[in-house]
């Protein structure tokens, strides 16, 4: 596809449940990252992978959240034992390299609600 | 840790006036990046600045980047509905930073 596509869009499940969301980044952007939006606030970094380095996991709230990314396709963002204030939107984005000029390129979210 | 505070927070006027909204900071960034956000979707980058005193016009929409790099603003002139949208300030510490320091938005309302 031409851009970031996530999946699902939507997800409801029940507080103590284990979640897993998907990304697809654009086609040759080495640079993907994870970000949270609560309601009313910022986006929040979670964590960022380039190509075969290590990931930057600086960002994760908690050991309930991991996140896999195989070469410089798919990602996904796992959450396990979900609780109330994991609901949010959580944003994926890609860049074609790291760094402060390359555009971050979003897909549009998973709203994450739990019950 | 870096800061961005944007104001005003919420802004809603109607179709044919002039706005500003603001992102401002402590910090030194070496770029600052301005982002739309509609709802439902992810944001999309309207322009990055990366020299103090820097001015970036499109169309309707000028884009400062402060002297000192803390502070940018963005100016709409003759606002339209589809301006409508959360508008996301972020910066970047240094020019081989991939990690972006994001505002909370000003969530603009153009009524027609």
């Known amino acids: 596809g031409a851009g970031v596509s996530q999946s699902p869009s939507n997800k409801v499940t029940e507080k103590g449940k284990d979640v897993e969301l998907r990304c697809d980044p654009i086609?040759?952007?080495?640079?993907l990252y994870w970000y949270r939006q609560r309601l009313g606030q910022g986006l929040e970094f979670l964590i960022y992978?380039?190509?075969?380095?290590?990931?930057?996991k600086s960002g994760l709230p908690s050991d309930r959240f991991s996140a896999e990314r195989t070469g410089e396709s798919v990602s996904t963002l796992t959450i396990q034992r979900t609780q109330q204030e994991d609901s949010a939107v959580y944003l994926c984005?890609?860049?074609?390299?790291?760094?402060?000029?390359?555009?971050?390129?979003f897909g549009n979210g998973t709203r994450l609600t739990v019950t | 840790t870096q800061l961005l505070e944007q104001s005003p927070q919420f802004l809603s006027i109607q179709e044919g006036e002039n706005l500003t909204v603001y992102c401002n900071s402590s910090?030194?960034?070496?770029?600052l990046q301005w982002y739309r956000q509609e709802p439902g979707e992810g944001p999309v980058l309207l322009v990055t600045?990366?020299?103090?005193?820097e001015v970036k016009k499109l169309k309707r929409l000028t884009f400062q980047f402060g002297d000192a790099r803390k502070d940018s603003s963005l100016h709409i002139t003759a606002a339209q509905p589809g301006d409508t949208g959360l508008y996301l300030c972020?910066?970047?510490?240094?020019?081989?930073?991939?990690?972006?320091?994001f505002g909370k938005g000003t969530k603009l309302s153009v009524i027609p």
């Open positions: 984005a890609s860049s074609i390299d790291p760094g402060a000029f390359s555009p971050l390129h």
């Open positions: 086609s040759g952007h080495t640079a």
């Open positions: 992978f380039q190509g075969n380095s290590a990931p930057d």
């Open positions: 910090s030194v960034f070496s770029s």
């Open positions: 600045v990366v020299t103090g005193g």
């Open positions: 972020a910066g970047s510490p240094g020019a081989g930073s991939y990690q972006l320091t």
